[in-house]
């Protein structure tokens, strides 16, 4: 950064061109990796299309030919075979033209779909292997738009820009050949005007490149505030933002119009120009083909040939206009779905994972540094061990630490340097399937997807018996309820539990971590949406959950800290107590202190 900083604004312009020419490259690569393993299918497309255009180009021709030989002849000598064979030729052209532009429909459409079908599912599984750190900066309504408005706008680019591109330059180039193999001097005057439009189409694409771009961001933008709106609306509604968000809103929406309304323009400008050029040039086209006919230079067919290859190159040039269109909005979208993919996880696999079939459970931090992407340090040269089977209460004020204590141990993070083993084994270099059975988190939030409530007790689960679910459910004191939702057990609990209390989502994912049956459970804050009455049923049940492995515990209620081993107090990412519930109270330490409020409170 400090190179870019203090560079001059030549240097600057040229970084970015730099980092521009990168994510183009970057979007090719992409692009490349689709279609590659299309080519023969992409082969046949062109082979289809090019023939299609040939036989489409070939019908003016015909129809001067006709005229200037045909017709003679049945004048002349009342031979009506050349104009037969004129017009079945010409029928032939027309109807297989025809045939093979459906076919090619056909192949693109099915190309399409291919190229979106793999895109779509390396989004999603790309994203689901990215590491926490990213989902926590990228916001979940910049992942949507990637998946839904950005998709869609590259299916529309590949599915008719790109054709309109293809077939007009072929079209276009086609019917350029045409005419100058018919009459050269026509086909010069269509070349010459071919200068100023390329000058105008060149305006158009630079000027609509900036605008498309900008139309990208700010659409994401009202995704974002949208999805986000909807997905809180009940702080939304809490604390009646809905005022503030209707301006913001409106703003964004307001921007999106006027960013649309310049497009609108442009092309307000670059059609007329087009028009102008494709009247101008016919005009001269007619004008000295004209004048030859009259001279007998040239025959009346083939300037009636001429006038028709004239007004054909222009039309798909309109269509060549439209892909620039769909071409800017494309390639943006691109730029950030390439981007999405290029993203690296942070907390990667290892390359030889080492097996742990049975974990014991058995903790160690040894000399663990750990800090955010922001540089601030939240663990110092930490260092702890905690014993198999040892049930830790982590307490603190907000900002100690214990939440980053406990995303390492769930390895959402890595150390920035020492390790983090279980059972003496590092777990950078323990298998994600041995980490993810030996360790499970279950935090304040309770996400249920949807589906019964039997699939998400069974989620770290997938193959357990309804038996087995049941017995996870009363174990925690969540069968009693469950029984009585209206379908028990096989109840859909809707999108994010919504037919079930925060405290019973709690619940169920309480069952879940025991039917997962982990050497390591971390509880972090997950008692804190449960009312006084729940909570004593959790501390009831806490006693089997917690047996024979190790836990660790994170809770403002001291109630659940009671029942912990040991209790670690936390300051500034370093522990500054460590003793039995018993001691610490006893003492006249950080947590007695705690211990004294919370006794008060409950008074």
């Known amino acids: 950064m400090s190179t870019v900083t203090g560079t001059s604004g030549e240097d600057r312009s040229d970084y970015t061109r730099a980092e521009s020419r990168e994510i183009r490259r970057r979007s090719l690569r992409l692009l490349g990796s689709l279609v590659t393993p299309l080519r023969l299918q992409l082969v046949l497309a062109a082979i289809v299309l090019v023939i299609s255009t040939a036989l489409r180009v070939a019908g003016p021709a015909l129809v001067g030919w006709g005229i200037a030989n045909a017709l003679p002849a049945v004048r002349a000598e009342a031979d009506w075979m050349p104009t037969i064979l004129v017009v079945i030729i010409f029928l032939i052209t027309a109807v297989g033209g025809a045939a093979l532009i459906g076919w090619y429909a056909v192949v693109a459409a099915r190309l399409t779909q291919a190229v979106m079908l793999d895109l779509r599912k390396r989004i999603f599984l790309h994203t689901q292997r990215l590491s926490l750190e990213f989902h926590e900066s990228y916001t979940s309504g910049r992942i949507i738009s990637r998946q839904t408005s950005d998709l869609d706008t590259i299916r529309e680019l590949l599915d008719g820009g790109l054709n309109e591109l293809v077939s007009g330059l072929l079209y276009g180039g086609f019917t350029l050949v045409a005419l100058l ?114 001279s007998g230079a040239l025959e009346l067919g083939f300037l009636l040939s001429a006038v028709l290859y004239v007004r054909n190159f ?49 903790l160690r931090f ?7 992407s922001d540089d601030r340090t939240i663990l110092p040269d930490f260092a702890l061990d905690i014993p198999a089977g040892q ?70 689960k997938p193959d357990a018996t309804l038996d087995e679910i049941q017995a996870a459910a009363r174990a925690v004191g969540a069968h009693a309820f469950i029984e009585r939702l209206p379908d028990g057990y096989a109840t ?112």
Request: charged share 20%; net charge neutral; hydrophobic share 45%.
């Open 181 to 294: 193999l018919l009459d050269w001097q026509s086909g010069l005057i269509l070349a010459a005007m071919g200068i100023p439009l390329y000058f105008l189409m060149r305006w158009f694409y630079l000027r609509s490149q900036v605008v498309y771009r900008e139309s990208r961001v700010i659409s994401a933008k009202v995704i974002v505030k949208f999805v986000e709106s909807m997905t809180g609306i009940r702080a939304v509604k809490a604390f009646r933002k809905e005022p503030a968000n209707d301006r913001e809103f409106g703003g964004l929406s307001s921007d999106y119009r006027d960013v649309n309304m310049r497009s609108i323009r442009l092309f307000g400008t670059f059609e007329p120009g087009m028009m102008a050029l494709a009247s101008v040039s016919l005009a001269l086209v007619v004008f000295w083909g004209g004048f030859r006919v009259t």
């Open 314 to 362: 222009f039309a798909p040039m309109q269509e060549v206009a439209f892909f620039l269109n769909s071409y800017q909005s494309a390639t943006a979208a691109l730029e950030k779905v390439s981007g999405v993919l290029e993203e690296s996880p942070t907390v990667p696999d290892p390359a030889k994972p080492v097996d742990l079939w049975e974990a014991r459970g058995h």
């Open 366 to 372: 040894e000399d663990v540094t750990f800090g955010y």
């Open 391 to 460: 049930t830790i209460a982590l307490v603190g004020t907000t900002g100690a630490g214990k939440s980053t204590l406990a995303k390492l141990i769930a390895r959402f993070y890595d150390p920035t340097r020492g390790r983090l083993t279980l059972d003496g084994v590092d777990l950078r270099q323990l298998h994600p399937k041995d980490l993810r059975r030996a360790i499970v988190m279950v935090t304040q939030e309770a996400y249920l997807f949807s589906g019964t409530v039997a699939d998400n007790i069974a989620l770290g």
């Open 492 to 603: 859909d609990v809707n999108k994010r539990g919504g037919r079930v209390s925060a405290g019973q989502r709690q619940l169920i994912s309480f069952a879940r971590a025991f039917l997962a049956d982990p050497a390591v459970l971390i509880l972090d804050e997950a008692t804190a949406s449960l009312d006084i009455p729940s909570e004593r049923q959790i501390q009831e049940a806490l006693g089997t959950l917690l047996a024979d492995r190790t836990a660790i515990i994170i809770a403002h209620r001291l109630s659940t800290v009671a029942i912990a081993d040991r209790v670690l107090v936390m300051e500034h990412g370093r522990i500054i107590e460590d003793d039995t519930p018993a001691a610490l109270i006893a003492g006249t330490g950080k947590f007695a202190q705690l211990h004294s409020a919370w006794r008060e409170s409950l008074v």
